[in-house]
Each structure stands twice: as C-alpha cells, then as structure tokens.
C-alpha cells in the first residue's frame, strides 16, 4: 500500500493478494489529503487517506484485509510509531512498515551471515 500526491489530492495503490500467491487484483483510490507534512509526523498527513481507502475496499467489495503491509515505517521510527502503527492501531489489523529509508542509527555492524539481525531500539 502506498499513496502519491499531487498538491492536496492522494492517490492511494493497494494490492490486493490472497496467500500464498494470487494477486486478487490492485486497487486505486482518490481522497483529499487535509494534512501538512511535519517532519516526525508523517503518519498523520499519510494515515487519514490510507484508513479511507481501507475503509473503502471494505466497503465496496466487502474485504476484510488479515495484514496491511505499508510503504512507510511501523515501530522502526524515531517516535517507534510511524505510518504503519498508525493504521494497525486504527484497523486493529496486524501490520508491517517496509520504509525506503531508515530513521534510526544502529549500533553495530550486520554480519553477512543469513539471518543477522540488529536491534532497531
């Protein structure tokens, strides 16, 4: 899930997949956006539009999603709740941010070993 924008109008894409691999179809949705960008504060000028087009495949085509993953960080935020908390906590539906970019410095160095892990506090 991901939205564009062009001045106050957001376009919103959501996939929508059926486990383990059909691609039931990509849905697309225009809603106003009433929210400025502040920097630390994204989830709120990109939640209220990605919740309206949730709200709207439910609506329309009566799905109820099983897990909402999100172009946008979750807990991996400086805050530890950015986009992705922000439509799990209103959906009450698990999520997952999958953030181009990272907002937190990390300590140490990740082995090149499969399954290295780092921790994100």
């Not at 609506?59 to 807990?75: E, F, S, V």
């Amino acid at each position: 899930m991901d939205i564009q924008y062009e001045q106050n109008i957001g376009y919103v894409a959501i996939d929508i997949l059926k486990y383990p691999d059909t691609l039931m179809g990509i849905y697309t949705h225009k809603t106003s956006v009433t929210n400025d960008y502040e920097p630390g504060f994204f989830s709120f000028r990109e939640g209220p539009p990605l919740l309206d087009a949730i709200n709207s495949i439910t609506k329309t085509y009566d799905i109820l999603p099983n897990l909402l993953i999100i172009d946008g960080h979750g807990i991996a935020h400086p805050r530890k709740f950015g986009v992705a908390s922000y439509l799990g906590v209103y959906t009450n539906l698990p999520s997952i941010g999958v953030a181009k970019n990272t907002l937190l410095k990390y300590e140490g160095e990740l082995g090149n070993e499969r399954g290295s892990i780092l921790p994100i506090f």
